[in-house]
């Protein structure tokens, strides 16, 4: 006759049954069907949660005033969506559009913010960094600065002459010129040939910095002598010698307009003659 199998047995294969219903049915499912890939991966919203799956700058290193491109992938949210970007360099303005070109005119490294806004206000926002570099290959070149004369009185005319060339792509006539150490007297303006004219005597070391458009440059220096003293300023309380001319030249003709226009009196009859006695 078999023997009775244990109570304690019977409640061991219970047990394992229920483990095997809980167990998942296929390898990688969990309760719930999220699949397990054993990599991370980014979770992104289904429902009506926004996320931003990815933000890309193509290319992420650009040399200055060449195209790129903005891409961001949105998942969820309600449409219409709304997209912003911050940190853009100069020549990229922000637009509610992806993907968004532009050419950017600034040198240095950006870290680009995008923000996506859905219907009902829900918002995400990914993180993105640009690099601008100035490209072009060397900086300008320059030939020669002068100023000539090289040695000029206050209040007389030099002209400082720059003669110099592009490296680059940028045309030598979209050179940028700019002056620093001049006399008083004289300023900088962006041009290859620069009228001066000092107002104070001195020895000047004198700098131009020429750029071109992919922000490289090149410096050179020159000397200039000014001899002379300042034009005196008039004695406190004296009238300008201009006035004073204008206001006596005023005197006269109102003087002469009062001679020119004055009645000449009417002289009396002579009385007439008394009767002989």
């Not at 940190?87 to 070109?101: K, R």
Request: net charge negative.
């Amino acid at each position: 006759m078999p023997r009775p199998f244990p109570l304690a047995a019977w409640g061991f294969v219970v047990l394992l049954g229920v483990a095997g219903i809980a167990a998942p049915s296929a390898a990688g499912i969990r309760p719930g069907g999220t699949a397990l890939t054993g990599t991370a991966t980014v979770e992104t919203s289904t429902g009506p949660g926004l996320s931003i799956t990815s933000f890309t700058i193509v290319p992420s290193t650009v040399v200055k005033a060449t195209p790129m491109v903005l891409n961001v992938t949105v998942v969820g949210g309600t449409p219409p969506l709304t997209f912003a970007y911050s940190n853009l360099p100069v020549g990229c303005p922000s637009l509610n559009e992806t993907p968004l070109a532009c050419d950017p005119g600034e040198v240095r490294t950006f870290d680009v913010i995008a923000q996506v806004t859905d219907l009902v206000g829900d918002v995400a926002t990914a993180n993105a960094t640009l690099t601008v570099t100035p490209g072009g290959g060397t900086p300008p070149t320059i030939t020669s600065f002068t100023a000539g004369p090289s040695s000029v009185a206050v209040g007389e005319v030099t002209l400082l002459t720059v003669v110099a060339a592009s490296q680059s792509t940028t045309p030598t006539s979209a050179l940028s010129y700019t002056y620093l150490g001049l006399p008083l007297g004289c300023a900088t303006f962006n041009e290859s040939t620069l009228e001066c004219v000092p107002q104070r005597s001195g020895t000047y070391v004198l700098h131009v910095q020429v750029t071109d458009g992919f922000g490289l440059f090149a410096v050179a220096t020159t000397n200039l002598s000014v001899t002379g003293s300042e034009p005196s300023a008039p004695a406190a309380g004296a009238e300008p010698g201009p006035v004073w001319v204008y206001g006596l030249a005023l005197g006269a003709i109102v003087v002469a307009g009062v001679i020119v226009a004055r009645r000449p009196r009417r002289r009396r009859p002579p009385p007439p003659p008394s009767p002989p006695e």
